[in-house]
T-cell receptor, first 112, second 114 residues
Framework: AQSVTQLGSHVSVSEGALVLLRCNYS??????LFWYVQYPNQGLQLLLK????ATLVKGINGFEAEFKKSETSFHLTKPSAHMSDAAEYFC??????????WGAGTKLIIKP | KAGVTQTPRYLIKTRGQQVTLSCSPI?????VSWYQQTPGQGLQFLFE???????NKGNFPGRFSGRQFSNSRSEMNVSTLELGDSALYLC?????????????FGPGTRLTVL
C-alpha cells in the first residue's frame, strides 16, 4: 500500500530564509506526487505535481520540488520565505484507484 | 471558470441527526471526491464519483453515503451523527479519470456535532 510521510508537523523559518518541507513516499508503482497548500479556513490549493516528466517541478508562489526516486523523496523548497507563505502544506501520492493518499501535513511558521 | 463550491459552509447538528452536504464541481469536471479532515486523523478519503457512479470508497462506516447527479453535482449524507463526525468536509473535482489529474478543492463545509 502506498503511504506518505512528512517529517515535522511544524517547521519554523525566518522571513527570507530557505524553506524546506520534507516528504517521503512508499509506492510499488511509479508515483504521481502532489504538494498542496491550505490557508486557514480554506480548502486546498495545488502548488505543484510530479507526473513522471521532469524531476524538478516548479510550482506557484516560487515553490519547487525535486523527485528523487533513489531516496523516495519529493521535498518542497522555496529559496526565500515570505510572511504570506505561512500555511499548512500537504504532500500526497495518487494511487491506481485515483485516490490521493495524504501526508499528515506540515505547518509552516514564518518568523519576522 | 467558477471554482468548486460547497454548501453550506458551516453546520451545527446534534448527535443522532443526519446531514446532507452539497458540492458543485468546476464546469466540465466529471469526477468528484470527498475527504474528511480532522486534527487527529488528517485528511481521509471518503469516496469518489465519476459520471454518477461511485468508483472508490474509503474506509468509513455505511452511515456515510453519497451520490452524483447527471450535472456532476454531488451530495454526501451522514446519518446518525456522532461527535466524532465533527470535521471539515472537503470536496474536490477533476476533469477526468486519470490519477495524474489535478484535484481542485472547494472551501469545505465545517460540521460541528454537539
Amino acid at each position: 500500500a502506498q503511504s506518505v510521510t512528512q517529517l515535522g508537523s511544524h517547521v519554523s523559518v525566518s522571513e527570507g530564509a530557505l524553506v524546506l518541507l520534507r516528504c517521503n513516499y512508499s509506492s510499488s508503482v511509479p508515483p504521481y506526487l502532489f504538494w498542496y497548500v491550505q490557508y486557514p479556513n480554506q480548502g486546498l490549493q495545488l502548488l505543484l505535481k510530479y507526473t513522471s516528466a521532469a524531476t524538478l517541478v516548479k510550482g506557484i508562489n516560487g515553490f519547487e520540488a525535486e523527485f528523487k526516486k533513489s531516496e523516495t523523496s519529493f521535498h518542497l523548497t522555496k529559496p526565500s520565505a515570505h510572511m504570506s507563505d505561512a500555511a499548512e502544506y500537504f504532500c500526497a501520492v495518487s494511487d491506481s484507484n485515483y485516490q490521493l493518499i495524504w501526508g499528515a501535513g506540515t505547518k509552516l511558521i514564518i518568523k519576522p | 471558470k467558477a471554482g468548486v463550491t460547497q454548501t453550506p459552509r458551516y453546520l451545527i447538528k446534534t448527535r443522532g441527526q443526519q446531514v446532507t452536504l452539497s458540492c458543485s464541481p468546476i464546469s466540465g469536471h466529471r469526477s468528484v471526491s470527498w475527504y474528511q479532515q480532522t486534527p487527529g486523523q488528517g485528511l481521509q478519503f471518503l469516496f469518489e464519483y465519476f459520471s454518477e457512479t461511485q468508483r472508490n470508497k474509503g474506509n468509513f462506516p455505511g452511515r456515510f453515503s453519497g451520490r452524483q447527479f447527471s450535472n456532476s453535482r454531488s451530495e454526501m449524507n451522514v446519518s446518525t451523527l456522532e461527535l466524532g463526525d465533527s470535521a471539515l468536509y472537503l470536496c474536490a473535482s477533476s476533469s477526468s479519470a486519470r490519477n495524474t489529474d489535478t484535484q481542485y478543492f472547494g472551501p469545505g463545509t465545517r460540521l460541528t456535532v454537539l
